[in-house]
């Protein structure tokens, strides 16, 4: 008897219950049999449409960028001014990380928790997906310092590194029950740091390059 694929699989939205078990639970404890039942098929059809856990991860990562992780290059992208950009990804991150109808947090942070050494393939490439993160955050930030838009004397390293530290709190905090609301005045308060005007007279910031 001939075993794989249900005629009635579908497979984009098997994917979709895949980033949910994934995002809620992490990579390394989430176990096929938790996969399977999300899933709603057996094993081997959950191997004969993706491979094994680890292929299923990575296509779900793949999946979770292009959808739900997508509002980080949106912002980045589609706001010419930095200080707005940053200011949109925090508040979308604020709504994205606490949606009633998905798992809370961002999954390139929660996925990561507690892998174990014969993991860390997966953790190397979620680290590196993150740090890809701020490399673009920190080029926005840059482009607007050049441009005069920002003190000239603006670390846009640390700039960005300290606003996506912002960004992995905020997922914590969801994490942890944290509102909409709660995530907003987080946001509001990180954006108090943005370099002003004030910062290129007195040339100090505590977010700008040492002289």
Same mark, same amino acid.
């Given at each position: 008897?001939?075993?794989?694929?249900?005629?009635?699989?579908?497979?984009?939205?098997?994917?979709? %219950?895949?980033?949910?078990?994934?995002?809620?639970?992490?990579?390394?404890?989430?176990?096929?049999?938790?996969?399977?039942?999300?899933?709603?098929?057996?094993?081997?059809?959950?191997?004969?449409?993706?491979?094994?856990?680890?292929?299923?991860?990575?296509?779900?990562?793949? %999946?979770?960028?292009?959808?739900? %992780?997508?509002?980080?290059?949106?912002?980045?992208?589609?706001?010419?001014?930095?200080?707005?950009?940053?200011?949109?990804?925090?508040?979308?991150?604020?709504?994205?990380?606490?949606?009633?109808?998905?798992?809370?947090?961002?999954?390139?942070?929660?996925?990561?928790?507690?892998?174990?050494?014969?993991?860390?393939?997966?953790?190397?490439?979620?680290? $590196?997906?993150?740090?890809?993160?701020?490399?673009?955050?920190?080029?926005?930030?840059?482009?607007?310092?050049?441009?005069?838009?920002?003190?000239?004397?603006?670390?846009?390293?640390?700039?960005?590194?300290?606003?996506?530290?912002?960004?992995?709190?905020?997922?914590?905090?969801?994490?942890?029950?944290?509102?909409?609301? $709660?995530?907003?005045?987080?946001?509001?308060?990180?954006?108090?740091?943005?370099?002003?005007?004030?910062?290129?007279?007195?040339?100090?910031? %505590?977010?700008?390059?040492?002289?």
């Amino acid at each position: 008897m001939k075993t794989g694929r249900p005629r009635s699989f579908d497979r984009d939205k098997a994917l979709e %219950g895949a980033i949910a078990v994934f995002w809620e639970h992490g990579y390394d404890a989430t176990s096929i049999a938790m996969l399977t039942k999300a899933l709603g098929i057996g094993a081997p059809s959950l191997y004969a449409a993706f491979g094994d856990k680890r292929a299923l991860f990575l296509e779900a990562l793949d %999946g979770y960028i292009r959808t739900y %992780g997508a509002f980080t290059e949106r912002a980045l992208a589609e706001e010419p001014d930095a200080h707005d950009a940053v200011e949109r990804l925090l508040r979308e991150a604020a709504a994205a990380y606490t949606r009633p109808d998905r798992p809370r947090g961002c999954l390139l942070i929660s996925a990561a928790t507690n892998c174990a050494p014969q993991s860390a393939d997966i953790a190397a490439r979620l680290r $590196d997906l993150r740090a890809m993160g701020v490399r673009a955050l920190e080029a926005k930030i840059d482009a607007a310092t050049r441009s005069g838009r920002l003190p000239a004397h603006t670390d846009a390293h640390v700039l960005a590194t300290f606003y996506s530290a912002v960004l992995q709190g905020m997922s914590a905090q969801a994490r942890d029950g944290a509102t909409t609301s $709660d995530l907003e005045q987080v946001a509001e308060a990180a954006l108090r740091a943005w370099p002003s005007a004030a910062d290129q007279r007195a040339g100090d910031s %505590g977010l700008t390059a040492p002289k």
